[in-house]
């Protein structure tokens, strides 16, 4: 059985970081494309980043560019999201997702067959 389990969301201050991290199990997604999505409260769920299965591209909304960074470790398979200089915008439940088999990233959410249950992350004014 394949799952990502999301880790690191909490309560923050603004302009305060915190660190995310998802690690799968049940296959090795080494050779695949990964990201991360976010549903802020009362809103559909939109597209924060995402990395090739070689770390090599990284796409990231205009809303969090400059902010925030995806990498990955394949030998751990586990991606990490590093949000720094976070805004109260940016609270939301944060989704991990991977493609069972494409390589290249995507924005869209319809190109990743697996999802995290996702994690919290809450930002104070």
């Known amino acids: 059985q394949v799952q990502l389990v999301e880790s690191g969301g909490g309560l923050v201050q603004a302009g305060g970081s915190l660190k995310l991290s998802c690690t799968a199990s049940?296959?090795?997604?080494?050779?695949?494309?990964m990201g991360w999505f976010r549903q802020p409260p009362g809103k559909e769920r939109e597209f924060v980043t995402c990395v090739s299965w070689n770390g090599g591209n990284t796409y990231y909304a205009d809303s969090v560019k400059g902010r925030f960074t995806i990498s990955r470790v394949s030998a751990k398979n586990t991606v990490y999201l590093q949000m720094n200089s976070l805004k109260p915008e940016d609270t939301a439940v944060y989704y991990c997702a991977a493609s069972s088999g494409r390589a290249y990233s995507s924005t869209r959410a319809d190109e990743y067959d697996y999802w995290g249950q996702g994690t919290q992350v809450t930002v104070s004014s």
């Open positions: 049940g296959r090795t997604f080494s050779s695949s494309a």
